[in-house]
């Protein structure tokens, strides 16, 4: 509530007023007097012209013929706030304020430079003099209402607010904020007797009776709410707000036909107004455990479709819908129509692209992470899945310099930072740049030390391209105590073995990952007839290089030459 009420805008006038001390003074002679009025004048003859700048020099050169020149200091304020020096400003406006308390536009000047620079206290103080000097102003006491809340005064500022709705009782603005801050104090009490007595200084305002429904519901009084909604609704059958209202109270007695019957009946009704529609049908379908009734929905997004074929919010309605259904090309065409009415609409392009990423169709995928990077209108989201994209269609390059780009952005979710790294460690061994790659994988495991698909890759890559193989000896070891059972990794550790010479713990993990393989691979084969060769079982190391070599393997015929010697 408080945000809403710190959003209103108060109709407060910076009135040029020109006030001065008598000059005649003891400490100011004659000279000055005269010097004093004629920089002053000159001043004021500058600031007619439109010279801002010479205005300002010449109220500064008043000030030092007359250090108490409280006018001079008020308009170098109003000159600088024009500028938007606030800081020098509310400076210039003090030294107005301090020497002349009395006087409301130096007053107020103080208050909105102080306000302006978020101090609070000082503020507050300001508006408190305005309020003395001018205790009958609702500007100043509304300004005073308003700070007091800011600053964690809501008793002093419900005060504040109870004067003004005293002196102006039919101001609905006032009190709506007095009803906000009495049932933010949690005095129900006091609330429902504000209601009532609303409601009987003005009997004709549907307002104060949907306030009451509203209250009465909050309390669990839902018979006594629902007399108060009927009524007010059949004094005025066409007022959308109860009607939104009631729906609320109807939600909470399971009277869901009645709803759908309430919400025809706004959607269809042409006086009813599209912003009051679509807040109406935005609540429908995102309460689709509620509103299960698609026939009477689709009707009534179809009866929004022909209202309003060029309103970008019921096709978005629609979208939502049509998504929650699993009816994604209904729901791609709607989304397409928004792009029509707004073609740099970017969550929409993030809503198409999401969709063809479930169904992994890469192609649709690309074409609207181009179309994004075409309009200049990217974002990471979209940046991320367009480079997935690019990856998967094999444009290694291009998946990289998405990847890249995107790794740019601030405050990126934790855990897309680790799958972008991953891609970029894998798609960078395919290129062959090793150093980046292992550059890319150290970073996953920097935010992930057990990821068991970077171990692996990382470790495997050592064992083949060269490197560390303690290293990947220990990372490779973290993968077959998670999953020990699983081929893959179990191969990955053998391997491993095998280049540091270990042969036969080699063979012990090798033959556990061929048993473990329901359909073994050319390169477990391939795999393990080199490790059974380096053993010295040649003729079984034979065999399942032979195997290898049926599915495929290239590069076996040397170790076939080397075991039949």
Same mark, same amino acid.
């Given at each position: 509530m408080r945000k809403?009420?710190?959003?209103?805008?108060? %109709?407060l006038l910076i009135v040029s007023c020109t006030t001065t001390k008598s000059v005649e003074t003891e400490s100011f002679d004659k000279q000055n007097q005269e010097n004093y009025k004629y920089a002053f004048n000159e001043a004021l003859r500058f600031k007619l012209q439109g010279n801002t700048r010479g205005a300002a020099k010449m109220f500064t050169q008043s000030i030092a013929y007359n250090p108490e020149a409280d006018a001079a200091y008020y308009e170098l304020a109003k000159i600088y706030l024009g500028i938007k020096d606030i800081k020098t400003a509310y400076n210039f406006a003090q030294k107005a304020y301090n020497l002349s308390k009395g006087n409301e536009w130096y007053c107020l000047l103080y208050g909105q430079t102080a306000k302006a620079l978020n101090k609070v206290d000082t503020a507050i103080i300001a508006y408190k003099q305005l309020n003395k000097i001018k205790p009958g102003n609702i500007n100043y006491s509304y300004g005073l209402g308003v700070l007091l809340l800011q600053n964690n005064q809501p008793k002093e500022s419900l005060e504040v607010f109870k004067t003004i709705a005293a002196k102006h009782p039919d101001n609905e603005q006032i009190n709506q904020i007095v009803l906000d801050l009495v049932l933010e104090s949690k005095d129900t009490e006091e609330y429902?007797?504000? &209601?009532?007595? /609303?409601i009987k200084r003005d009997p004709s305002n549907p307002k104060y009776l949907i306030l009451k429904g509203e209250f009465l519901m909050r309390n669990n009084k839902l018979k006594e709410a629902d007399v108060v909604y009927n009524k007010v609704i059949s004094e005025n059958p066409d007022y959308v707000p109860a009607k939104l209202s009631y729906l609320d109270l109807l939600l909470k007695t399971d009277e869901v036909n009645k709803v759908y019957n309430i919400a025809n009946d706004i959607v269809v009704n042409k006086s009813v107004g599209i912003d009051s529609k679509s807040r109406l049908m935005y609540g429908i379908v995102f309460k689709d455990s509620v509103f299960t009734d698609?026939? @009477? =929905? !689709? @009707?009534? =997004?179809?009866?929004?479709?022909?209202?309003y074929p060029d309103d970008s919010r019921v096709y978005d309605i629609s979208s939502i819908f049509y998504i929650k259904k699993d009816a994604y090309d209904i729901a791609l065409k709607d989304l397409d129509m928004i792009l029509k009415l707004e073609p740099n609409n970017v969550q929409v392009l993030a809503r198409i692209i999401k969709i063809y990423e479930f169904n992994s169709n890469w192609a649709m995928i690309k074409k609207y992470g181009d179309i994004a990077l075409? +309009?200049?209108?990217?974002?990471?989201? &979209?940046?991320?899945?367009?480079?997935? $994209?690019e990856s998967f269609m094999g444009n290694d390059k291009k998946a990289v310099e998405h990847l890249e780009k995107f790794l740019t952005y601030d405050d990126l979710p934790r855990g897309t930072v680790i799958t972008a790294n991953m891609f970029l460690g894998d798609i960078?061994?395919?290129?062959g740049n090793r150093e980046s790659s292992y550059l890319h994988y150290e970073v996953v495991l920097? /935010?992930?030390? !057990?990821? =068991? /698909? %970077?171990?692996?890759?990382y470790s495997y /890559? &050592?064992? %083949? @391209?060269?490197?560390?193989?303690?290293? $990947?000896? +220990?990372?490779?070891?973290i993968t077959i105590e998670a999953e020990p059972q699983n081929p893959t990794y179990l191969d990955t550790y053998a391997w =491993?073995?095998?280049?540091?010479?270990?042969?036969?713990? $080699?063979l012990k993990y090798m033959k556990q990952a061929i048993d473990f393989s329901e359909e073994p691979s050319k390169e477990l084969f391939f795999h393990y007839g080199v490790i059974l060769g380096a053993n010295k079982q040649y003729i079984e190391a034979l065999k399942y290089l032979n195997k290898a070599k049926e599915l495929g393997k290239k590069d076996v015929e040397e170790y076939l030459l080397k075991f039949t010697k």
């Open positions: 809403v009420l710190l959003g209103i805008c108060s %109709v429902a007797k504000l &209601i009532d007595a /609303y698609s026939v @009477k =929905i !689709t @009707k009534m =997004i179809g009866s929004l479709k022909e209202q075409g +309009r200049k209108i990217i974002n990471p989201e &979209i940046l991320f899945s367009l480079a997935i $994209a960078y061994h395919k290129l920097k /935010y992930d030390p !057990t990821n =068991i /698909y %970077v171990l692996n890759n /890559y &050592i064992s %083949v @391209k060269g490197g560390d193989l303690n290293k $990947a000896e +220990r990372m490779s070891r =491993i073995l095998y280049k540091k010479e270990d042969f036969k713990g $080699a």
